[in-house]
């Protein structure tokens, strides 16, 4: 199975989260190439896809909905997973429960595009140097903290489920990595 991992990174988390699950569907017998939205290529080589973006304002990213779009035909015709990352973890009192409405807004929006499988939201690296002066005085308001968030049990976790799917039926996925690993990370682009 030959599954690509694509990603659009603003500063860096989403491209690691991307990297991780690339390499656990490689643990599990998969041929995984992990590169950017940016980087070109067709989705039609591919046999499955996992993608993901982080997120603004709400949204993904310029560069992943335009991949979305331009590669909307071959994206309908295969298997495809897709995940967010943005800061819910970060929320601090009543606005923890935020979350998971955004992760529904965020499905909602991009089931509209494409039918994918499921979608995951994550939370990723929030560091004060992320987000303007203004913003850093609405985060202080809210009582955001900045940090490492990211949950690699739980991505882990999915990226094995993803692998279980991709799996021929009535085999039983790999529980150490191949003598020989098919991950190969692109070339890394800005972000």
């Known amino acids: 199975m030959t599954v690509l991992v694509a990603y659009a990174s603003t500063h860096g988390s989403t491209r690691s989260i991307a990297e991780r699950i690339g390499a656990v ?3 599990h017998g998969a041929r995984v190439e992990v590169r950017a939205m940016s980087s070109g290529g067709n989705a039609a080589d591919y046999e499955a896809l996992v993608l993901g973006s982080a997120v603004h304002s709400r949204a993904w990213l310029a560069e992943a909905t335009g991949f979305l779009e331009r590669e909307r ?3 309908a015709k295969r298997p495809v997973w ?4 943005g800061m819910p973890a970060a ?9 998971p409405k955004e992760e529904a807004l965020l ?5 509209r595009t494409l039918d994918a499988r499921e979608h995951r939201l994550f939370s990723g690296v929030f560091r004060r ?5 203004a913003g ?19 991505i882990d976790a999915w990226a094995s489920e993803i692998a279980g799917d991709l799996a021929p039926r009535g085999s039983v996925p790999a529980p150490d990595p191949p003598a020989e690993s098919s991950y190969r990370p692109a070339p890394r682009s800005p972000g």
């Open 129 to 133: 140097e992320h987000i303007s002066p």
């Open 136 to 154: 850093r005085v609405i985060c202080r308001l809210l009582g955001v903290r900045y940090g490492d968030y990211r949950d690699w049990p739980a």
């Open 73 to 75: 035909d071959a994206l």
């Open 107 to 111: 499905a909602d929006d991009l089931r």
């Open 91 to 99: 929320l601090r009192g009543p606005w923890r429960g935020y979350g």
């Open 25 to 27: 569907l490689t643990e």
């Open 82 to 85: 897709l995940f967010s990352v």
